[in-house]
């Protein structure tokens, strides 16, 4: 009798059935079986046993491999990806998550599995091609900064991560969703980030990651001649903002407020400026000349070979959820971070300052 099926088969019965002239009813009759048995292995509900497979491929006059081929081990995941897209995945809780692999960095990536087709609403289909122990030791990290991507490629053995882009704001509800293990952030340091905390991710841990030197990212060469955040209340500079949330958000209305912007002038100031999802994301739009200013890191700066100008020292934290703690990808991301290696690389990277190792500790808000 057929076995129920493991979802590796693939199986194209009914095409070669078809293409051979015959029905169901009289193969089923050929080989022992009923219609409906039939109907299910060719439905994929279903696999044949071993000399049911060979009969049907005596009756078609073809081997059993052009019949049934193993395919790739597949998941269902939520996801909104067309085919084709490489993912990263990671297991949180009961489910697995995917992130998506996509532009220039993605092409330097290796991809845990590739979107097969749609499973309905909001989730997909994704034929797994890494090791399914590897989805088990992978920690998913939000945030914005560039350099997470750094650090999440300095993982050892021990444990994996993947970058996941998100603004502060965004990264913190993520993680308190379920969605992420770890949370990045920059909205003011020390108390400002205990307070966000205590109402986003109560009991969550804070770690030290580094400090960022941020400021406004210019057109090579300066060629508008911005010095400070005194220029910002220029109407002709072009400016890009960040979406409400984001750590660059809070800093231009910072230096807006410096300027000597009212309120109502600084929400105008954002409405008619153009809007970017990260910082690198605001780098290539002053590269490609569609801006003339943007907030952002100097490493975004650099990577677009813009002009700096530095206006603030940042502190950037890790936000980890209790439950989180002793995952393997976490302790492996926590460790890397306090590597010498990872350190002598992000001071290299520039506009970035490592922490007093002998001063930050774990701590719990």
Do not use: K
């Not at 194209?12 to 293409?19: D, F, N, Q, T, V």
């Not at 692999?101 to 993605?106: C, D």
């Not at 911005?226 to 400016?239: F, S, Y």
């Amino acid at each position: 009798m057929p076995q129920p099926a493991s979802g590796l088969l693939r199986c194209s019965l009914r095409e070669r059935r078809e293409a051979a002239g015959r029905t169901a009813a009289s193969l089923a009759a050929e080989v022992g079986v009923s219609r409906q048995a039939l109907g299910r292995i060719e439905s994929g509900g279903a696999v044949p046993s071993t000399l049911v497979a060979l009969r049907l491929a005596r009756a078609l006059h073809c081997a059993v491999e052009q019949l049934f081929e193993l395919g790739q081990p597949q998941l269902t995941v939520p996801l909104d990806a067309p085919p084709g897209t490489r993912v990263r995945l990671a297991r949180l809780g009961a489910e697995v998550r995917a992130v998506p692999l996509g532009g220039e960095a993605g092409l330097h990536q290796p991809a845990d599995g590739v979107v097969r087709a749609a499973a309905g609403p909001g989730r997909v289909t994704v034929d797994l091609l890494a090791p399914p122990g590897d989805l088990e030791r992978t920690a998913l990290v939000a945030g914005c900064d560039p350099a997470l991507g750094l650090l999440c490629g300095r993982l050892g053995a021990e444990g994996r991560a993947a970058w996941v882009p998100h603004d502060s704001l965004g990264a913190l509800a993520a993680a308190a969703r379920g969605e992420v293990h770890v949370a990045g952030l920059h909205l003011g340091g020390g108390d400002a980030h205990r307070q966000v905390i205590a109402r986003t991710l109560p009991g969550a841990a804070l770690v030290r990651a580094w400090q960022v030197q941020q400021g406004l990212m210019l057109a090579p060469g300066n060629p508008l001649g911005v010095r400070g955040a005194p220029d910002l209340a220029r109407r002709d500079l072009r400016l890009v903002t960040r979406a409400a949330g984001a750590g660059g958000r809070a800093l231009l209305d910072r230096w807006f407020q410096v300027a000597g912007l009212s309120g109502r002038e600084r929400a105008a100031r954002h409405a008619r400026s153009l809007l970017a999802d990260s910082p690198l994301a605001a780098a290539a739009l002053v590269a490609r000349g569609e801006a003339d200013a943007a907030p952002g890191p100097s490493s975004a700066a650099r990577a677009h070979g813009l002009t700096f100008v530095p206006l603030h020292l940042d502190a950037f934290d890790l936000a980890v959820p209790e439950r989180h703690l002793g995952h393997p990808g976490v302790q492996a991301l926590l460790s890397a971070a306090r590597s010498a290696a990872f350190l002598d690389d992000l001071r290299s990277v520039g506009g970035y300052v490592p922490p007093d190792l002998s001063l930050t500790r774990l701590e719990v808000s």
